[in-house]
């Protein structure tokens, strides 16, 4: 959706790192381009405003259909990212359908905190719900088992105990893929992690990007270590 969604964990970060949070095009407070855009297309455009923004490698944080386009980035421009969080990361084989997505999605409010709801109306409205639907299914056709595999950096993959859109079977699975991934699950927080439990998915990116590698997620039920670095900014 929008920048809206991910101010609460700009916040939290804010205190120890230089955050941005920009939209991809069609979205917030973006242009409004005639076409929903691609995983592919949206990376390329988040290169280029990581370029024009003259940006060191950054700690690049993406939720949802954002961590497909995150992964995307990071292992197409490898030099850009240089740690990757992908929290709710979309979009599991086993409901790899429109019909799938939206169906968990569905599920997953019931579990939300009901004063996200403007929040959501509000983008869509602002982003259109044709573009919302073309984008679910650029995401459902997105094979991104491929861009996971090819990403070097220190990778945090982040869920919510009550995730229905990323059940523990898929979040394990791109764990794996991911060459130096680790894992970590926010307790009581559903598909919305970064939005409803900011501090504790803040906590976690500040131990990924802790010095010492050994250091374990605070909010972790489920980790495996990684090589870790330090990163100026974050974006998403």
Sequence with gaps: MS???????????????????????GFGLTARPGRAYDVGRHATFLAAWLAAYRLPPVCLVGHSFGAEVAAALAARRPRAVRALVL????????????????????????AEAPLQAPVL????????PWRVYATVSHSVRNPVE?????????TLVLTGARDTVVPPAWSAQVTRLVPRA???????????????????????????LAPDPDKVDPCASETRRSDSSAAASAAS
Excluded: K
């Design 3 to 25: 920048h809206r969604y991910l101010t609460p964990l700009a916040v939290a970060l804010s205190a120890t790192h230089p955050v941005y949070v920009p939209d991809l095009p």
């Design 87 to 110: 929290a709710g990361p979309t979009s599991d084989p086993a409901a790899r359908s429109r019909r799938g997505l939206v169906g968990r999605w569905l599920l997953d409010t019931v």
């Design 121 to 128: 109306l509000r983008d869509v409205w602002d982003a259109r």
């Design 146 to 154: 491929e861009d996971l595999v090819r990403v070097a950096a220190p």
């Design 182 to 208: 680790r894992a970590a699950t926010v307790p009581g927080a559903a598909h919305n992690v970064v939005t409803t439990a900011p501090r504790q998915v803040a906590d976690a990116i500040r131990a990924l």
